[in-house]
């Protein structure tokens, strides 16, 4: 029943994707910074990692740097103005970050051990600190940095979609703080947070398929489940298992392939179902 109401009634989905949304971030500051601020991270690293420049990414940095501050300056005095500035801000966010998003991701993990995923990491706790990449002073309001950015662009699509009467359909990816998610549920009746879990061994097989190796993994894992934090971190950090625990729909995904499992595509298509139609 579910597959056949899909079937005659399924819309597509417009992922926002977080990394992209701390790489904005990354974007308001000059490329100067980002390299100064990998240096100083990889050098603090128990086993200090030699760093390779990112210079070879240097040029489409600086345009998107331009393009960054042009789209944050753009006024909003006037319906054309903000319209103007909806449109440029949906090709910023939608076209010119994904690419370069994946472009930064392979360079940083050109350092060694894959170090894009620490990076980011390290970037978002110091946005939900401080509102800046490479700050980690805390300024009280910053909380919700990311979350707010978010939930900017979702407005830029709700508006693209207005004059057509057009529903939107948005997947954010992923919310792994749990603040965070207390965002959204607050102020979106129509939002769902859903956990997607994988037996330990298929998870770390997956991986292992990706070039992780054992010690960065390690590492991930500390960082995305851990056993104690902080105050502070307690706000700042990932913290999966807490995003678990209050999440609306548990789904899950066995295997150890990196592609999406038929077992999850069913059950992501029966539960959207229920959401379009109860």
Known sequence: IA????KENWKPFVIIRVRDVITSFILLEPFQNLQAFVNNLLARKPEPITVVSLEPIQEIFDILHEKRLSLKNMPETNPKEILDKQSAGYSFYF??????TDKLKKALNLLADNQYTSIYQTIGDNIRLSGRPYD???ISGQLFAISLRVNRIIKILSAKARPNNENVFIAIDAIRNPFEAVFFRERYSAFYLISINTPDSDRISRLQSLNYNETVIKKIDNKEYPKSLSA?????SQDIQKCIEISDIHVNNPG???KITSILKKQLVNYVSLIMHP
């Open 3 to 6: 597959y056949d109401f899909a």
């Open 95 to 100: 076209e010119d970050l994904p690419k370069f």
């Open 136 to 138: 980690e002073t805390f």
């Open 232 to 236: 502070k971190q307690r706000f700042i």
């Open 256 to 258: 150890t392939g990196t």
